[in-house]
């Protein structure tokens, strides 16, 4: 969710296996929400994104899910690849500015 | 179409000295916007850029700066720097849509500033 701090949350999972990663927001006011992918020594890479007035949206191999009345969205990453390793973000969108989730760290396990 | 660009990637400062950051947006993209990322803090929100002028702004102090220029790249400048600045700072674009509508942020790689 929204919290920070050094040790961030993981999730191992074996390759080939289904990723859920899960996100809880609190900024009512965002309206767009979106999930980025940073891997080390690099910049947040956009994978999806999702308005407000929709509850689920399906990219190439990922589903983002956003449920309003509990503040929450997940990213489902179907059959996951080494290369999926990194750190996933959150972040709601209220008028151009993003406030991100404290990430969580995916290891795929070959 | 090339991506966020950012000069430099790496610098290293002391204390008291002042920084400024380069960022050139996506061909097209009029947006820009500046992030902190600290482990402690997380990916922190600074300030943003449209049209050469600042449309929201972070709560960071004001030795925190920027401008944007008519071409649409941006600078930030942080003054007397401490130790605490020393961050990965990363810059966004986006097209910024019509009437107000979050549009999609797409990140350059950064610069990694350490202040000693």
């Known amino acids: 969710g929204e919290s920070v701090g050094l040790h961030l949350p993981t999730l191992s999972v074996q390759e080939g296996d289904n990723s859920i990663i899960n996100c809880a927001y609190s900024?009512?006011?965002?309206?767009?929400f979106i999930w980025y992918k940073q891997e080390s020594g690099k910049g947040p890479q956009f994978i999806i994104d999702?308005?407000?007035?929709?509850d689920k949206r399906q990219g190439q191999r990922v589903t983002v899910l956003l449920n309003k009345t509990v503040k929450h969205l997940s990213l489902q990453i179907a059959a996951t690849q080494p290369g999926d390793s990194a750190v996933y973000f959150c972040?709601?969108?209220?008028?151009?500015?993003?406030?991100f989730g404290g990430g969580t760290r995916l290891m795929v396990k070959p | 179409k090339a991506g966020v660009t950012q000069t430099p990637r790496y610098l290293i400062k002391t204390r008291g000295q002042q920084v400024t950051l380069s960022c050139s947006p996506i061909?097209?993209?009029?947006?820009v916007s500046w992030y902190q990322q600290t482990p402690g803090q997380g990916l922190q929100f600074l300030f943003e850029?449209?049209?050469?002028?600042?449309?929201n702004k972070g709560n960071f102090p004001g030795r925190f700066s920027g401008r944007q220029f008519s071409n649409s790249r941006s600078e930030m400048n942080v003054s007397t720097l401490e130790l605490g600045d020393s961050a990965l700072y990363l810059c966004?674009?986006?097209?910024?849509?019509?009437?107000?509508?979050?549009?999609?942020?797409?990140f350059g790689p950064g610069t990694r500033l350490t202040v000693l």
């Open positions: 061909s097209g993209h009029r947006s």
């Open positions: 999702i308005r407000s007035n929709m």
């Open positions: 900024n009512s006011a965002s309206d767009y």
């Open positions: 972040a709601g969108d209220a008028g151009n500015m993003l406030t």
């Open positions: 966004a674009s986006s097209l910024r849509l019509a009437g107000g509508q979050a549009d999609t942020q797409y």
């Open positions: 850029y449209f049209s050469e002028t600042q449309r």
